[in-house]
């Protein structure tokens, strides 16, 4: 498979999106073809058969707009505009934003991991190549269709909103990197300015003092009542950690006075500053879409007021559930999907489990974010990382299970449209004589 460009809104469930397909069963016997494709960059492979022959067509079309929407156009001539099944591997988003604007398409995305594993059984050398792969997921959709679900898109209001917060996490994570860039190259020629600035390179102090002194020969020069009222000008108000760092700048000696060394660094840092700066204001952006998204949308009140979720969170968390009923028949089936229920392999005495490997990371991060949040916002969940802590389990597994236990809870408000009530949960709690409300009861007492 080639690397495709990017795609505008997320229209296929990835490994990294944040809201999956609405999917119900195919039925195999009413589309006027079968087509399979195969993504690329400069071209798409194909692998065609028409419902009332058994021939396969094989070929590639381009990958520009006018040569995919031709292409169709051609093919939807053909048909006469019937049903045509569409199997293609998860991932080609451009390539399906193309297909859903003609509707007579229906398309059936193939997990990547399910079609390697075909592809793997039906040719065992392992040689590959994009029209025999085409092939691959059209055996996929013809003899297997009845294991294969077609895509259906939630609303708009809520497909742009999942753009939007998948692309703030794009965003964060880039901004991420980049500090952890700067960090490493403070290290090397100008380590003292991790202790001047605090841990948050990409707060506006931060930025402000690494922009104004980018190494320690400049920041030496200045007086330190000059230092003492920047600080004071960005909010650090504590005589004694002004003190502190000012002392630390009086005794400061540099690591190295190689000009080799201390010119490209200084550059790097003006770079990377500036990187993070203009990333800054996109994400400010970002923040304020999802906020105007949010506020309008029919599903938010169920979200807005959950413990812990606040104005990054919520969002999410609606987009991981989307806005029809139909996706998730019963809370195991989302916890599945998003990768919080565990995985048993049997086999003869021997029994292994583990998390799921495949599993979209965007949704799962989600959730166990969230359920982070709830330990501190919420007391019963609070209460349950205490006895889980006490039972020797580590952080991270705590964490993952009370994302577990807080999906049946939110499952349950979202099917029957009823918001969050703590109190009603501590009392359904109670009545099952829960653990946790003696744990409550002993910490209010």
Not at 72 to 91: S, T
Not at 394 to 412: D, E, M, N, P, T
Request: proline share 5%; hydrophobic share 45%; aromatic share 8%.
């Amino acid at each position: 498979m080639h690397p495709q460009a990017p795609a505008s809104p997320r229209l296929v469930n990835m490994n990294c999106s944040p809201t999956p397909a609405i999917q119900t069963e195919m039925k195999t016997n009413d589309y006027a073809a079968y087509l399979a494709l195969d993504w690329g960059d400069s071209q798409h492979a194909f692998a065609l058969q028409m419902a009332d022959n058994q021939n396969i067509e094989k070929g590639h079309f381009g990958a520009q707009p006018e040569e995919i929407h031709d292409w169709l156009k051609e093919l939807g001539g053909r048909c006469g505009h019937a049903r045509v099944a569409c199997a293609i591997e998860a991932g080609g988003d451009a390539l399906v934003s193309a297909l859903l604007e003609h509707k007579w398409i229906e398309v059936f995305p193939i997990n990547a991991a399910m079609s390697a594993r075909f592809r793997k059984a039906l040719i065992p050398s392992g040689a590959k190549d994009d029209v025999p792969d085409a092939n691959v997921l059209l055996t996929l959709l013809v003899r297997h269709g009845d294991q294969l679900k077609p895509l259906q898109l939630d609303s708009a209001q809520t497909r742009e909103l999942a753009a939007l917060v998948l692309a703030r996490r794009g965003a964060v994570d880039r901004r991420s990197q980049l500090g952890n860039q700067l960090r490493a190259v403070l290290k090397g020629f100008f380590p003292q300015a991790l202790m001047l600035v605090g841990d948050e390179l990409h707060g506006i102090m931060a930025l402000d003092f690494l922009e104004r002194w980018p190494d320690l020969d400049t920041l030496q020069r200045a007086r330190p009542a000059t230092v003492q009222s920047f600080y004071l000008q960005h909010r650090v108000r504590r005589p004694e950690l002004i003190k502190a760092r000012l002392d630390l700048l009086a005794r400061a000696q540099a690591l190295t006075k190689d000009t080799a060394i201390i010119g490209p660094a200084v550059l790097q840092v003006q770079m990377l500053t500036s990187m993070i700066r203009t990333l800054q204001r996109h994400i400010a952006r970002f923040d304020e879409s999802i906020a105007e998204q949010f506020a309008v949308h029919a599903e938010s009140s169920l979200f807005r007021q959950l413990p812990g979720a606040g104005p990054q969170l919520a969002p999410r968390l609606l987009v991981a559930f989307g806005d029809n009923r139909e996706r998730y028949p019963d809370a195991p089936s989302l916890q599945k999907y998003a990768g919080l229920a565990p995985v048993k392999e049997k086999s003869g005495r021997q029994l292994w489990v583990h998390w799921r490997w495949t599993a979209p990371v965007f949704v799962r991060q989600t959730f166990v974010e969230w359920a982070g949040q709830t330990v501190v916002y919420c007391g019963w969940a609070g209460a349950f990382y205490a006895r889980q802590k006490r039972a020797g389990k580590g952080h991270h597994a705590i964490i993952r299970a009370l994302a577990f236990k807080w999906i049946r809870v939110l499952w349950h408000c979202w099917k029957h449209q009823e918001a969050y009530d703590e109190t009603r949960y501590l009392a359904a709690l109670r009545q099952r004589r829960s653990p946790l409300i003696e744990d409550l009861d002993q910490a209010t007492t």
